[in-house]
């Protein structure tokens, strides 16, 4: 069983460690990877990935 993180904007699961200015990992901030969202924060959803069925289409925006 794996928990996955979802944007809390978008509710897609695009959430990924945000890094800082210098290329660091910024590890309690997170970015969302949809161009269209662009959040990013230190709040992210956690869903059971059992509950979640990952749409493949969503996998190819980037
Ligand atoms: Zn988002």
């Known amino acids: 069983m794996v928990n996955i993180r979802i944007c809390p904007k ?3 699961p695009t959430l990924r460690t945000a890094t800082n200015v ?7 901030l997170y970015e969302c990877r949809d161009k ?6 230190s709040f992210y959803v956690e869903i ?3 509950d979640y069925k990952l749409d ?4 190819s925006l980037e």
Do not use: L, M, V
């Open 10 to 12: 978008c509710k897609k």
């Open 22 to 28: 210098s290329g660091g990992i910024a590890p309690n």
């Open 36 to 41: 269209k969202c662009g959040y990013i924060g």
């Open 48 to 50: 059971d990935s059992e």
């Open 56 to 59: 493949q289409d969503e996998n």
